[in-house]
C-alpha cells in the first residue's frame, strides 16, 4: 500500500531513478562475477555460509551457492531493492518479518506439499507469520531462545531460573545484555508479567523501567560476536538474551557455559527460508529449500560454525551428543514456556527502537 | 620571462609580468589545453559518480518519510527534539575533542624526538616502526585492544599480580577503552604530519632565535610550534574528520555504554532499514564536519617555511 502512494510523488521518482542508476552500477561493476558462477544466489544470515551446510548440496546439485549475508531485515530488504529482479533466489529472514517482504511483492508462496511441514515442531510453524492471505511464504528451519545465558561455575543456577536475578544487586556488573532491542524488549515483558504478542505504546513506559535497571546492572550491551565473547571470556557471567546459540557451539571449549528457560519465560527466536517471486531458477531454489529442511541440512544448518540453534526439523539428523547440547529432548517444555518475538506494527517498532536508544544512552 | 624589468625595478615589473600570464596561457595549443582536463577527468569522474552523485541521493532520501515515501523534514526533526539523538552527537564531539587533544600532545613530542634526536640514518627507520600499527586491519586492531583492557586482560593482570589492585579494573567496554583504541591509530597519522612539518624548518629560524637572546623554551614557544601549526591543524583535521565518522572503534571497544553517531546512524538501518532518518543523521554529521574544516581552514594549508 506505502508503495503504491508513493509512486506518484517527485521525491520518490527520483529516488526511484537514483536507487536504479546505483543498482546498474553495482551490476556493471559485479556483472564478471555473477555471469561466471550464478547458479543460485542466497541472502544469508552468517549459519548458511558454513561450507560444511552448502558443499553437499553445491555437490549434488552441480551448482554454485553465491552467498551473501547481511544483518537485519532492514538491510537485506534493501539490498533487494537496490538490485534487479530475479538478482535473488531465495534469503533467509526472520520469520515475523515475512509479511514485510509480502508486503512488497518479493516472496513466492510454497508449495506446502513439497516441503516437510508435518515434520516441524508444530510451535515453531509460525502460521502468523509464515502464512498470509492464506498463501504460505515462508517455513521456519531453525529456532531458539533469547533467555539467560550463563557461566555456571560463576553464578548459582537456581539463581537464573527468575529474571529477577538480571537486576538484582547480586550480579551487578556481571551481566552483557544483547544488543538486539526486539528480543530483550520482550524479555522485559516477561519479567514485567506481559505477553510479548500483546505489547501496545501504553506498556512502553514500564518496559523501559525494567530495561534501565538491566543496564544499571550491565557491563556492556553487545551484538552477536561481542556479548558472546563477553561471555566465553569470563568478561560477565550472565548474558541477557543469550540462549542455546551463544553456549551450544562453544559447549566443547567452555562447557560451564549454559542456559535456563526461567519461570517468567524465554522468547522464541525463528527464522525462516523465503523464495524470491523473480527468480529465475525457481526449481533449484525450491530444491535448496528441500535440502535445507532435510534432516540432514537441518543437522549441519543447526550445528553451523556460525551459531548453533534447535532444527525446526524434529527429524534432523543429529548426533546424541549433538541433542545434548542443544538440550533436544527439553524443547517441549521450554516450547510451552516460550513466547513469541514482539511484533510491532512500523509505528510501535520506531518507539520501541527509540526507548532502546534512550536505554544505550542512559549513564 | 623575466618578473624583473630591465631596470631593475621588480615592483613596477611583477604586476606586468601578471598580466602577460593569462596571455601566454591562451597561446597554448588547443592539444596542450586539452592535457590538464584529460588528466583531472577520470578523478573528477570518480567524484561525481561515488561522491556528489549519491550524496545527492543522500540528499533526497534524507527528505523523504520512511513510511509512505512523501516529502518531509522529520527526519531532520528528530535529531533536534529526541534527546538521545542529540545526546549522540554530544557524545561524538566529546570523544572526538578528547582522541584529537590527546593524539596532538603524545604525537608531538613523538615526532619532536624523530626529527630532533634521532640521528639522520635512522630517522626512515624510525619512522617506519612508529607507523608499524597501520599495517594490522583496523578491526583486529580494535579486538587487540579489548583483549589488552579486559577484565582478564594484560592490564589488569598485571596490576592485579604486582597487588596494586585487588578487583580488576572496567578498562574494556568505556569510554577509555574507544578513546585509547582511537589515539593508539591517530597518534602515528599526527607523528607523520607534525614530522614532516618539522623536517621543512630551516635551522636558520632556531639560530636567528638565539643570535637575539632566545633560550631553547622561548625559541619553541615563539618561534617552532607557531611554524610547526599548520602540520598540527591538518593532522588534527584528519583526527577530527575520521575519528567522528568512525563505527568500528566505539562500536567493539564501548561496550555500548554510549551511542557515537555513526552507531545511531547504522541502529537506523539494521532492522527498520530507515534510510531516510539514516541518511539526515549523515548529513547532519557531515554539517558538523563542515564547520570543523571552516573553523580550522586558515591553518590548513603547509607553506614551505
Known sequence: ?363 | MPLVSSSGNSRRALPRAGRALPRAGRTLPRAGRALPWALVTPALGWTLLFFVLPFIAMGFSSLTAHEGGGFTLSNYSQFFTNPSYWQAMVNSLEVTAIVTVVSVLLAYPFAWILAEQVPERWQRLALMLAVLPFWTSYVVRSYSWLLVLAQNGVINRALTGSGLITEPLQLANTRLATVTGFAHFFVMLLTLTIFANLKQLSPSYRKAAADLGAGPVRTFMHVILPLTLPGIMVGAFLTFVLCIGDYITPQILGGNNELLMPQLVMMQIGRRGDFPLASALSIILMAVVTFAYLACARWLKIERA
Open chain 1, 1 to 363: 500500500m506505502s508503495v503504491k502512494s508513493a509512486s506518484g510523488n517527485p521525491l520518490s521518482i527520483l529516488k526511484r531513478h537514483l536507487h536504479a542508476a546505483c543498482a546498474a552500477t553495482a551490476l556493471l561493476l559485479g556483472a564478471g562475477s555473477l555471469a561466471e558462477a550464478a547458479d543460485l544466489n542466497a541472502l544469508i544470515w552468517c549459519d548458511h555460509s558454513d561450507p560444511a551446510l552448502l558443499q553437499p548440496f553445491e555437490e549434488a546439485n552441480n551448482v554454485k551457492v553465491n552467498v551473501k549475508e547481511f544483518e537485519g531485515t532492514g538491510a537485506g530488504l534493501a539490498i533487494v531493492e537496490q538490485s534487479q529482479p530475479g538478482d535473488w533466489d531465495v534469503m533467509v529472514i526472520d520469520s515475523i518479518d515475512v509479511p514485510r517482504g509480502v508486503e512488497k511483492g518479493l516472496f513466492e508462496p510454497l508449495p506446502e506439499d513439497k516441503l516437510p511441514f508435518a515434520d516441524l515442531f508444530p510451535q515453531v510453524k509460525m502460521d502468523g507469520s509464515t502464512v498470509v492471505g492464506g498463501k504460505r511464504y515462508g517455513i521456519t528451519e531453525k529456532f531458539g531462545y533469547n533467555t539467560i545465558g550463563f557461566n555456571k561455575t560463576k553464578v548459582d543456577p537456581a539463581d537464573m531460573q527468575s529474571m529477577a536475578s538480571l537486576t538484582s544487586d547480586k550480579y551487578k556488573g556481571k551481566v552483557a545484555i544483547y544488543d538486539y532491542y526486539l528480543p530483550v524488549i520482550g524479555m522485559a515483558a516477561l519479567a514485567i508479567g506481559k505477553k510479548t504478542a500483546e505489547l501496545t505504546e501504553a506498556d512502553l513506559p514500564a518496559l523501559k523501567d525494567e530495561l534501565l535497571k538491566m543496564k544499571a546492572n550491565a557491563k556492556l550491551v553487545g551484538e552477536v560476536t561481542a556479548s558472546q565473547t563477553a561471555l566465553a571470556t569470563g568478561e560477565v557471567d550472565i548474558l541477557v538474551g543469550g540462549g542455546e546459540w551463544v553456549t551450544a557451539g562453544l559447549a566443547k571449549e567452555n562447557p560451564a557455559l549454559d542456559f535456563s528457560i526461567p519461570k517468567e519465560g524465554a522468547v522464541l527466536w525463528s527464522q525462516s527460508l523465503a523464495m524470491f517471486k523473480d527468480s529465475k531458477n525457481k526449481d533449484m531454489a525450491l530444491k535448496f529449500i528441500q535440502y535445507i529442511m532435510s534432516p540432514e541440512g537441518q543437522a549441519r544448518l543447526a550445528t553451523s560454525s556460525c551459531y548453533w540453534g534447535m532444527p525446526a526439523n524434529a527429524k534432523a539428523a543429529l548426533t546424541d551428543d549433538q541433542k545434548k547440547v542443544l538440550r533436544f529432548d527439553e524443547q517441549p517444555g521450554f516450547l510451552a514456556r516460550a513466547q513469541a518475538y514482539p511484533a510491532p506494527n512500523a509505528d510501535l517498532d520506531k518507539k520501541m527502537q527509540d526507548m532502546w536508544t534512550e536505554m544505550l544512552q542512559a549513564k
